[in-house]
Every structure is written in C-alpha cells, then in structure tokens.
Nanobody
Framework: QVQLVESGGGSVQAGDSLRLACAASLRAFTTYAMAWFRQAPGKESEFVAA????????SYSDSVKGRFTISNDRSKHMMYLQMTGLKPGDAAVYSC????????????????????WGRGTQVTVSS
C-alpha cells in the first residue's frame, strides 16, 4: 500500500521560506515519478513541480520557477519542496503525488497521471 504524508506547512509572511516534505511508503523495487500540486480555496488544483525518480529531471510551473526547488532522497523515500520568496498567491493546500513508472527519468505535470496522493499540508502567506 502506497502512502504519502506531507509535512512542513505553516503560516509565514510574504518573502519568507518554507520547506515541505513528503514521506512516502513505496513498493520495493519500483520507480516513481513524484510531484507537488496545490489548491487554493475556490480554485482548481494546479501543478507546482515534478521530479523524476533519478532526481535529475525536474519541472516547475511558471508561477514558482526560480523560487521553488523540488528534490528527492530515494534512499529515504522522501521528496521535498523548498519554497523561497513566498507570496500571498502561494497560499494553498500543498499535496504530494506519486505514480509508478517504467524508467527513472520520467515525470508528469498532469495530475491525472498520478495514482497516489497525500492529504496535503496548509501553507498560509500573509502580506
């Protein structure tokens, strides 16, 4: 059973930084594409960042590029999202997602591709 648990959310001021973590219980001998998505109240869920299992291929939405950094630690089955220069528009529930893939250089930006989801962690940014 694949389980994803996010942590690290909180309430910060604009310009501050936060580091989100996703602890993943994954099947052995399986590679996964992983990503972060976020959903603000009254808005649709949107892609934030994705990383391949190898960790060397990443993708970011235009809204966070240059401010957020996604990474993973395969040995610990962890994924991280380092967020800097936070803006009020970044406030949302951030969820991590994972899906088994056949090679370790794949990632997806389409949330429909992901099979496993965490419950999310709240990020609040005040101006």
């Amino acid at each position: 059973q694949v389980q994803l648990v996010e942590s690290g959310g909180g309430s910060v001021q604009a310009g501050d930084s936060l580091r989100l973590a996703c602890a993943a219980s994954l099947r052995a001998f399986t590679t996964y594409a992983m990503a972060w998505f976020r959903q603000a109240p009254g808005k649709e869920s949107e892609f934030v960042a994705a990383v391949s299992w190898s960790g060397d291929r990443t993708s970011y939405s235009d809204s966070v590029k240059g401010r957020f950094t996604i990474s993973n630690d395969r040995s610990k089955h962890m994924m991280y999202l380092q967020m800097t220069g936070l803006k009020p528009g970044d406030a949302a529930v951030y969820s991590c997602a994972a899906v088994p893939v056949v090679t370790d250089n794949i990632y997806y930006t389409d949330q429909a591709k992901y099979a496993h989801w965490g419950r999310g962690t709240q990020v609040t940014v005040s101006s």
